[in-house]
C-alpha cells in the first residue's frame, strides 16, 4: 500500500501510475484547500482522501490513515506532507515507511537564497541575479527571489 499526498501537485498523477504498475495499491491524499485534485480521477487510485489543511489536524489524519493499514509507504510529492513527516519523524516510523530529509534540510532546499548560495559555494553555476534599478541585457528570463 502506497499513500501518495499533496495530489494537488500534476506530479502525483505520475507517482501514482508508475507504483500501481508495480503492483502497489494506491491512495491519493490531499488537504482542504484543493478537495478535487486530477489525481482524485485517476484509474489506478484505489481510495481519495481528502485532508484539513491545518497542519495539526493533518498530522493527525495522516497518522490516523497510516495505522488503519500495515506499514503502509508514504510518499509525499509536495512540501506540506514533507515538513509534516520531517517534524513527526518518530510517530510515522512506527507505523509507515518514508524517505524524507531532516527539518534544517528540508528548510534550506525550500530557500532559494540559500540554494542558489550553497551552488555558488561549490562551484556550480547560478544565475545572475539583478537588484532593482540595474540595467539588465535581453533576453532575461525572470523568476521571483
Known amino acids: 500500500m502506497v499513500i501518495v499526498c499533496d495530489c494537488k501537485y500534476r506530479s502525483a498523477i505520475t507517482a ?3 507504483f500501481a504498475q508495480l503492483g502497489e495499491e494506491v491512495i491519493a ?12 480521477f485517476s484509474k489506478y487510485v ?16 495522516l497518522l490516523a490513515l497510516c495505522q488503519s ?6 510518499f509525499p510529492v509536495g512540501s506540506f506532507t514533507l515538513s ?10 512506527k507505523c509507515a515507511s518514508f524517505c524524507v530529509a531532516a527539518t534544517g534540510t528540508l528548510d534550506n532546499l525550500n ?3 540559500w540554494v542558489k548560495d550553497f551552488a ?3 562551484g556550480l553555476s547560478t544565475p545572475i541575479v539583478y537588484n532593482e534599478g540595474e540595467k539588465v541585457d535581453f533576453p532575461v528570463v525572470v523568476k521571483p527571489f
Open 120 to 122: 555558488k559555494m561549490n
Open 16 to 18: 501514482i501510475r508508475a
Open 69 to 74: 493499514y500495515e506499514k503502509p509507504v508514504i
Open 29 to 40: 491524499v490531499t488537504e482542504s484547500s484543493s478537495p478535487s485534485p486530477s489525481a482524485f
Open 111 to 113: 530557500d532559494k537564497k
Open 46 to 61: 484505489k481510495k481519495k482522501v481528502v485532508f484539513s489543511s491545518d497542519k495539526e489536524v493533518y498530522t493527525r489524519e
Open 84 to 93: 509534516v513527516i520531517s517534524e513527526n519523524k518518530e510517530l510515522f516510523s
